[in-house]
């Protein structure tokens, strides 16, 4: 039986490329919302936001854990920021993130090279 074209899928029932390329770009958009609404609250707020943040770093790790180079590279624009902002006393938050914060500098991924090379 064959699926009809509009379906989003294709005859095996995977995603066509064009709706797998719109997920991701979709994923992009969030991820660029969450960082910058993160960003905005480590600017304003500082170390009284860490106890807080502290609590979605399962969230960090799965973002550098994933095979997707872009959100490798968000969730490092997030742990630059916690850096940035927090100084020194952010160490015990991010303490563990730093080997892969200085691996991501040669990464061979474009996008993992924008934040922690500053």
Known sequence: MRLPVNSGTTETGKPNDEDLQEAIESDEVLLSAISKSIHTIFKRHKIVFLPIW?????????GLQSAEASTRS????????????CGGDAIPCIGAYLPT????????????LCSPNY
């Open 54 to 62: 502290a609590k979605m770093t399962p969230y960090i790790e799965a």
């Open 74 to 85: 968000w969730a490092i624009c997030i742990l630059d920021d916690v850096i940035e902002y």
């Open 101 to 112: 914060i200085v691996s991501s500098v040669t990464d061979d991924c474009t996008p993992s």
